[in-house]
């Protein structure tokens, strides 16, 4: 059964389209906390210009975001604020951990910075790097949105699935000489 | 500058048991702990030692010749003649309380509180004895060298927030 088509007419999937509108118009929340946020201003400026990539328009809030950008260590007293923020950002909402700090804890394997944002809350892309550049972030921005268009419905239940639940990483912590692990005394 | 030597004169005659030494143009005295008020009230209106620059502390755990666990450094100037002046005092477990500067200097609040947050040493008559720094329910001190460098897992201790919760 073939449909005559006129020219210009697309067809498409409703879900894909869902997708398609949601990857185009990402709301970054800025939670520069280090100096990966210097890189992540120059993202948004003119020179890289992320408006390119439908994602400049950073806003404050967390009610009116749905990407969280963290740029920078997040040291343990930071991060019930960071975990409130991010609870308060509606679905569908995204998580990039930008930087080695961010994603690992980077070089301050101290008392007090986090050992990455991964092991309390979602996220969905790393950037590597100490900072990483701007056209990194854009890159990761830009697999977001792939990512994002292969995964999106209408209604939005993907959102509340049993894979998206699954922690990324294993909880592991590797052992302090001398001390019993956190993970193992609970 | 050094500081003039009449300062350390009348310190030495005053307390007994305060040192003094010079290296590459900088004083310093050590005095005890019981004098220090009375030190730093006398350097504050006899000498004009108007300005407090820091309070901090260092810790002498497992160092080289040391005789004393903690070592607590006030750095004072005079900014008429710009002396300056190290005033040091050693403290030992499990005395570690001493009077607080804060009377005299205004700045000497935030300055104390901080070496309590690191270091656990007390201010007696200090108005707002909280930590400054790190979170209050935080137990130990960190800058002491007896803390592990990687914590006793205060970085660990939270909620973990997945998809579904949020
Ligand atoms: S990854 Fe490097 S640039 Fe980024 S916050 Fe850490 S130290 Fe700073």
Known sequence: ?186 | MPTRTEVLETLQDEFTGVTASEFRGQTRVVVKAADLFAVLESLKNDFAFDLLVDITCVDYLQYRDATDRFGLVYLLANTQTAERITVRVMLNEPELTVASAAPLWEGANWLEREVFDMFGIRFDGHPDLRRILLPEEFTAHPLRKDYPLQGRGERHNFSVITRGEA
């Open chain 1, 1 to 186: 059964m073939a449909i005559e088509l006129p020219e210009n007419v697309v067809v498409s999937k409703l879900d894909e389209l869902a997708s398609w509108c949601r990857k185009n118009s990402l709301w970054p929340m800025p939670f520069a906390t280090a100096c990966c946020g210097i890189e992540l201003m120059a993202t948004g400026a003119s020179r890289h210009d992320l408006a390119r990539f439908g994602a400049e328009v950073f806003r404050f809030s967390p009610r009116q975001c749905d990407l969280m950008i963290v740029a920078g260590r997040v040291v343990m007293k930071m991060l019930p604020v960071l975990q409130r923020i991010w609870q308060q950002m509606h679905e569908p909402k995204w998580c990039i951990s930008m930087g080695a700090c961010a994603s690992t804890g980077g070089v301050f394997d101290t008392y007090c910075v986090v050992q990455g944002i991964d092991r309390f809350i979602p996220v969905d892309m790393y950037v590597p790097g100490c900072p990483p550049r701007p056209e990194q972030l854009i890159q990761s921005i830009i697999d977001l949105q792939d990512k994002i268009q292969r995964e999106g419905t209408i209604t939005g239940d993907e959102f509340n699935t049993p894979q998206r639940q699954q922690r990324k990483r294993a909880l592991l912590e590797l052992p302090i000489l001398g001390q019993t692990p956190y993970f193992s005394k609970t």
